[in-house]
Nanobody, 118 residues
């Protein structure tokens, strides 16, 4: 099993920055992709960013140029640097990983709240 724990969420004003972290722990052979989704009140969960084991990344159009995803493989940790935050970025942010245990499957963290408000 794989456990994920996010941290770094909070309340910020528009234009400010936050850095989210997510640490994977447990029993697994290896981690492939790591990434982030978010879910705003009354909306469906949406993709934010992904980083693959080789380092390639993809972003949702809504966050390109403002958010940066990175990972530290030695620490099994993924980060999401969020700059120029907008009210529309307000959501619960969930990290995930595709990890090999008995087979390859996706694991999710419990989520961390990000609120952007003046």
């Amino acid at each position: 099993q794989v456990q994920l724990v996010e941290s770094g969420g909070g309340l910020v004003q528009p234009g400010e920055s936050l850095r989210l972290s997510c640490v994977a722990s447990g029993s697994f052979f290896s981690i492939n992709t790591m990434g982030w989704y978010r879910q705003a009140p009354g909306k469906e969960r949406e993709f934010v960013a992904v980083i693959r084991s080789g380092g390639s990344t993809n972003y949702a159009d809504s966050v390109k140029g403002r958010f940066t995803i990175s990972r530290d493989n030695a620490k099994n940790t993924v980060y999401l640097q969020m700059n120029s935050l907008k009210a529309d970025d307000t959501a619960v942010y969930y990290c995930y990983t595709d990890a090999w245990t008995k087979n390859l499957r996706r694991y999710w963290g419990p989520g961390t709240q990000v609120t952007v408000s003046s």
